[in-house]
């Protein structure tokens, strides 16, 4: 199945600062979404971003596809962006893979 | 409109007993995945439905675990006899369709003592 890997594993971040999280992935997909994990467990939705450019708030995404990888930007960071973020990509076959996420946290 | 909703919430089962869990996909989505977290990991795909039949169940240890989407809505995913390497959270997720977004339940938090 395909490989999805994601850096960095652990991230600590003063409140206010930048921070970029990637994925890569080993194979062609045609689905690519990036979730954030609370710390109730919780999976929240961030982008569904396939390809391109989105941005949501403080929040913005970039996936190349041609290139395999997909960057997470987070900006002005609160510790409320603390929690696990995840990218998940669905291949040519049509299964759902998550990575292996990136914990975030921010401290006041 | 309503999201994914699963039940029980927290469900805590001595080891060799059986437990089901419940899941209810968003108003029209075809597709439905059940999928296994545990503590530290990403999420694990364990099964995957389209409309009521099964698209991957590749890594669902099939001695133990069974999985169904009668009427290709409601599902039900069943441990017997369940392990203490079984706990962990079960998430659910639907989405309209395979390469369409996903959306994810709260999920079931099983603990095998």
């Known amino acids: 199945g395909i490989q999805v890997e994601q850096s960095p594993p652990d991230l600590i971040l003063q409140e206010g600062a930048n921070s970029t999280l990637r994925c890569n992935f080993s194979d062609s997909v045609n689905n690519l979404q990036w979730f954030h994990q609370n710390p109730w467990g919780q999976l929240i939705n961030l982008f569904y971003i396939p390809s391109g450019t989105k941005q949501n708030g403080r929040l913005s995404a970039t996936t190349v596809a041609t290139e395999r990888y997909s960057l997470l930007y987070i900006s002005s960071s609160q510790t409320t962006d603390s929690g696990v973020y995840f990218c998940a990509v669905t291949n040519t076959g049509n299964q759902f893979y998550f990575g292996t996420g990136t914990s975030l946290t921010v401290i006041p | 409109e309503a999201g994914v909703a699963q039940s029980p919430r927290y469900k805590i089962i001595e080891k060799r007993q059986s437990v089901a869990f419940w899941c209810n996909p968003i108003?029209?989505?075809?597709?439905l995945y059940w999928y296994q977290q545990i503590l530290g990991q990403g999420p694990k795909l364990l099964i995957q439905?389209?409309?009521?039949?099964?698209?991957?169940d590749s890594q669902l240890p099939k001695d133990r675990f069974s999985a169904e989407r009668l009427k290709g809505v409601d599902s039900t995913l069943k441990i017997q006899p369940a392990k203490l390497e079984d706990s962990a959270v079960y998430l659910c997720?639907?989405?309209?369709?395979?390469?369409?977004?996903?959306?994810f339940g709260q999920g079931t938090r099983l603990t095998v003592v």
């Open positions: 439905f389209q409309n009521n039949g099964v698209v991957d």
């Open positions: 997720a639907s989405s309209l369709v395979y390469v369409t977004e996903a959306f």
């Open positions: 108003s029209g989505h075809a597709t």
